[in-house]
């Protein structure tokens, strides 16, 4: 079964610096994974997300994810923060096969304060 | 364009009360999902479609039940309801692309208590 881990329950940046979020994944085949940001009493925005080819994409608002299979692992980067990314943000990855291809399996989330 | 709409977006419920939540989208998504977010435990799936008249149970599926009769609409019903039922509730919908999840669009979600 896929599952997903991220391994910072809160993280705090200064406005202005950089942000790495990690997420590692477990998942015996190719995996397709995405990262969702939260704002407090929304629902969730979609980010970006990989499906193969290059494996630094590009995402909204300024967003970027790396895959390295080597480490399972798809981290979520930002060259310099805004106040305004003060969310909840969330990893998922989604099975490869078409058999259960419509499921996605969540991390617990990373909290992410910016400081002024 | 609405996209996912769930409604209500707030319940109070008594312990025992059966009630449906809604869950229409109109971007003609062939895939349609139900979470439930708890503090600490991020989001957990409830039940899934890959389809009108398909279903399948997903991580947390007792106590609940859906059904898909059409493309557009995807209700979840909670059979007696328990505190343990006390969370946020979010209802997703994806493109099929070439088999695969294209990424869900979510609902701004249905907060439920349960006294």
């Known amino acids: 079964a896929q599952s997903v881990t991220q391994p910072d329950i809160h993280i705090t940046v200064s406005e202005g610096a950089s942000l790495e979020l990690r997420c590692n994944y477990s998942?015996?085949?190719?995996?397709?994974l995405f990262w969702y940001v939260q704002s407090p009493g929304q629902g969730l925005q979609l980010l970006l997300k990989?499906?193969?080819?290059?494996?630094l994409v590009q995402g909204i608002k300024g967003f970027e994810a790396e895959f390295k299979r080597s480490q399972s692992s798809f981290n979520l980067r930002k060259p310099s923060v805004h106040w305004s990314d003060a969310a909840e943000y969330f990893c998922?990855?989604?099975?490869?096969?078409?058999?259960?291809?419509?499921?996605?399996?969540f991390g617990t989330g990373t909290r992410l304060q910016v400081t002024l | 364009n609405a996209g996912v709409t769930q409604t209500p977006k707030f319940q109070v419920l008594k312990t025992g009360q059966s009630m449906t939540l809604q869950c229409a989208q109109d971007?003609?998504?062939?895939?349609m999902s139900w979470y439930r977010q708890d503090p600490g435990m991020g989001l957990r799936l409830i039940h899934y479609s890959v389809g009108a008249g398909i279903t399948d149970q997903g991580e947390v599926p007792n106590g609940y039940n859906v059904s898909r009769s059409t493309t557009e609409d995807f209700p979840l019903r909670l059979l007696s309801a328990a505190p343990s039922q006390t969370s946020v509730y979010f209802c997703?919908?994806?493109?099929?692309?070439?088999?695969?999840?294209?990424?869900?669009?979510f609902g701004s979600g249905t907060r439920l208590t349960v006294v």
């Open positions: 990989y499906f193969s080819g290059d494996t």
């Open positions: 998922a990855v989604g099975a490869g096969n078409t058999g259960t291809a419509s499921k996605l399996t």
């Open positions: 997703a919908s994806s493109r099929k692309l070439l088999g695969l999840n294209y990424g869900y669009t």
């Open positions: 998942y015996g085949a190719t995996p397709y």
């Open positions: 971007m003609n998504h062939e895939y």
